[in-house]
């Protein structure tokens, strides 16, 4: 069973940085590709940035292109999701996912973790 944890969530003002980690456990990254959503209050699950099982190819939703970027790193089985020039509309929480291949479903889900980004 494959299961994600994620950190590094907070308080941060307009303009500002967070970076968000997710640890994986149950396989390594490598086969695995790897996601970030969000759920703002009120509204549905959107999706932020994937990356793929090789880490070659990324992509992101055009709310985030240029502001966020997806990373992972194998030998410490985590996913980032780095975070600049913050707006409050990215408030939200923050969601870890992988799957077993780069479409179809995504198989497994995080907790969350919380993004506030003050005006």
């Known amino acids: 069973q494959v299961q994600l944890v994620e950190s590094g969530g907070g308080l941060v003002q307009a303009g500002g940085s967070l970076r968000l980690s997710c640890v994986v456990s149950g396989r390594t990254l490598s086969r695995l590709a790897l996601g970030w959503f969000r759920q703002a209050p009120g509204k549905e699950r959107e999706f932020v940035a994937r990356?793929?099982?090789?880490?070659?190819?990324?992509y992101y939703a055009d709310s985030v292109k240029g502001r966020l970027t997806i990373s992972k790193d194998n030998a410490k089985n985590t996913v980032y999701l780095q975070m600049n020039s913050l707006k409050p509309e990215d408030t939200a929480v923050y969601f870890c996912?992988?799957?077993?291949?780069?479409?179809?479903?995504?198989?497994?889900w995080g907790q969350g973790t919380q993004v506030t980004v003050s005006s």
């Open positions: 996912a992988a799957r077993w291949s780069d479409v179809n479903s995504w198989n497994f």
């Open positions: 990356i793929s099982r090789s880490g070659s190819s990324t």
